[in-house]
């Protein structure tokens, strides 16, 4: 079972009454029941439509022998590579970062860049590789781009290149008539009442977690235990107590939930990262999460951390400074891995219940598709007006970074959002410019790829606290990849992708500097020489 621990100084009694306030309201049993009036008073589609992850834990033991038997098949693979975005792809990279044994090796591909798209082509046989396609709506654009992309490459290895391909999607998707049309292997459907970013306990998350070998028996007994406590109204509710928590520390102004864990769950920031952004960033108010951000020693009033631990490996010793510094910490213990399933029920019912804390609806996601449009447009030729960009290189690149980094004010964030292919080489640079820059400007920091950062922390940048701004930072990939069907490559869907989001992004008020590398990567080391002018 996992221990935990709440150290949260002078916010401890407020955090107390909300809790006890929750509890004697019922809230619980409220959420269980699905009323809507936990969030508004109105019965809006997103809070009647969209609370199946509730059950989840529940139904896990009648699908184990479906999934042990999938994995089975998945073992005669090399590799299996997921194509998916958002919630469908960090969830198997939790899984896979957790319990991967590297055979059949998990790779998952959630960029349109074309030296992603390469660097995949590159480790695998067609023929000895199997493809997993994740899209709820089944018409996910980078996704589905992507699955074409594979199916045809594979298509020239073989006469039945659908046996290398998996489906899985909601009931009547476009991507289940493709499946149907290319004879894929085989279709798992999920659940339409469930929104992809509580989508873990399903099928999205665990068909990929039993092809890389997860004890999912162990991972259903965990999420069950918890999911039961989280029905009681009462103060010692997991989920209650922590969403109750960190919806009072938000409204308190420690709104920038800092991520922390030990080795053995490196992968879990960027899945609470999605959960909470997309979950509570809306209406001008939100909990920002702050994952994998370089150490530092000054931090603002702004911040709680939250640490998760296996106890073998045991939490970093900064807490304890922090703690004594005044700031919030809150600290999970988990006894092994199998407490993963558990921890993530915890963190969906507890995003759940801080929705309530702030007053929003934390099922829907209202502007997401504003960039998509934008995007869309500018795919389709649509008059949209160029980006204003500083190239690398340019004798003013210091001076516009020292700029946006001025314009930063205590209790602001500063984002990096890299259009650019994730690679252990280019994250160290990144993680180099956003430590210099989180320094310079003191204040929290966040660094994502697009365009996968969309799906995650997209709705947070446009639709919460105007407190954020943002250096987007692209490139122009010299050698394209077409797109099979389309008159377009994924050069020219990355690049529409990110100056839709740039438009969106300051028709929405955000502050924003707009880096073009051109077209070698290799000038990411000009930016980090900027940043430090």
């Given at each position: 079972m996992t221990s935990t621990e709440y150290a949260l100084g002078g916010h401890a009694d407020a955090a107390e009454q909300r809790i006890s306030d929750l509890a004697a309201a019922g809230t619980a049993s409220r959420i269980w029941d699905r009323d809507h009036t936990v969030w508004a008073a109105e019965p809006l589609p997103e809070l009647t439509d969209r609370l199946g992850w509730l059950e989840l834990p529940y139904g896990l033991d009648d699908r184990i022998p479906d999934l042990i038997e999938f994995a089975a098949e998945a073992s005669a693979f090399r590799h299996v590579v997921l194509l998916g975005m958002g919630?469908?792809?960090l969830a198997p990279e939790v899984f896979a970062t957790t319990f991967g044994t590297g055979s059949p090796e998990l790779i998952v591909l959630d960029s349109t860049h074309p030296e992603a798209i390469r660097a995949?082509?590159?480790?695998i046989e067609p023929l000895k590789t199997l493809f997993l396609i994740a899209s709820k709506s089944g018409s996910t654009v980078e996704t589905m781009s992507l699955?074409?992309?594979?199916f045809e490459k594979v298509s020239g290895s073989t006469d039945e290149p659908g046996q290398h391909f998996v489906a899985l999607t909601d009931p009547d998707s476009d991507l289940e008539r493709l499946a149907f049309e290319n004879q894929y292997r085989n279709t798992f459907f999920t659940p339409a009442d469930v929104g992809g970013r509580y989508s873990a306990l399903t099928d999205f998350g665990m068909v990929p977690a039993a092809v890389v070998g997860a004890p999912i028996a162990a991972l259903a007994v965990s999420a069950q235990a918890i999911a039961d406590a989280c029905k009681q109204d009462t103060t010692d509710n997991p989920g209650l107590r922590l969403g109750a928590t960190l919806g009072v520390l938000a409204l308190?102004?420690?709104?920038?939930?800092?991520l922390l864990t030990s080795p053995g769950l490196s992968a879990v920031p960027a899945w609470i990262e999605q959960l909470i952004a997309e979950s509570t960033g809306k209406g001008g108010v939100g909990i920002v999460p702050i994952a994998d951000e370089p150490a530092r020693s000054d931090h603002g009033d702004d911040r709680v951390f939250v640490s998760y631990a296996l106890a073998n490996e045991g939490h970093s010793p900064t807490l304890d400074a922090l703690q004594a510094a005044g700031h919030p910490v809150i600290r999970f213990t988990l006894d092994g891995g199998t407490?993963?399933?558990?921890e993530m029920y915890r963190l969906e019912f507890a995003t759940a219940v801080a929705g309530a804390v702030l007053g929003i609806n934390p099922f829907d996601q209202p502007d997401v598709q504003a960039a998509k449009t934008l995007a869309k447009q500018a795919m389709?030729?649509?008059a949209l007006d160029p980006a204003?960009?500083?190239a690398a290189g340019d004798d003013n690149l210091g001076e516009a970074i020292t700029g946006i980094v001025e314009s930063v004010q205590p209790g602001d964030y500063l984002g990096i959002q890299a259009y650019l292919p994730n690679s252990e080489t280019t994250t160290e640079a990144l993680q180099t410019i956003r430590m210099q820059v989180g320094r310079r400007a003191g204040?929290?920091?966040t660094l994502g790829y697009g365009p996968r950062f969309l799906h995650s922390t997209g709705q947070l940048h446009k639709g919460g606290p105007p407190s954020g701004c943002f250096i987007q930072i692209v490139d122009e990939p010299l050698l394209d990849i077409d797109i099979p069907g389309s008159t377009h490559g994924f050069r020219d869907l990355i690049s529409a992708q990110a100056l839709g989001d740039y438009h969106a992004m300051t028709q929405a008020g955000r502050r924003v500097l707009r880096i073009n590398l051109g077209g070698k990567l290799g000038n990411l080391a000009r930016v980090l020489l900027g940043s430090r002018g």
């Open positions: 919630g469908s792809s995949v082509v590159g480790r699955a074409s992309y594979f308190a102004g420690r709104d920038k939930v800092t407490e993963l399933a558990a389709e030729g649509g204003t960009e500083t204040v929290a920091t």
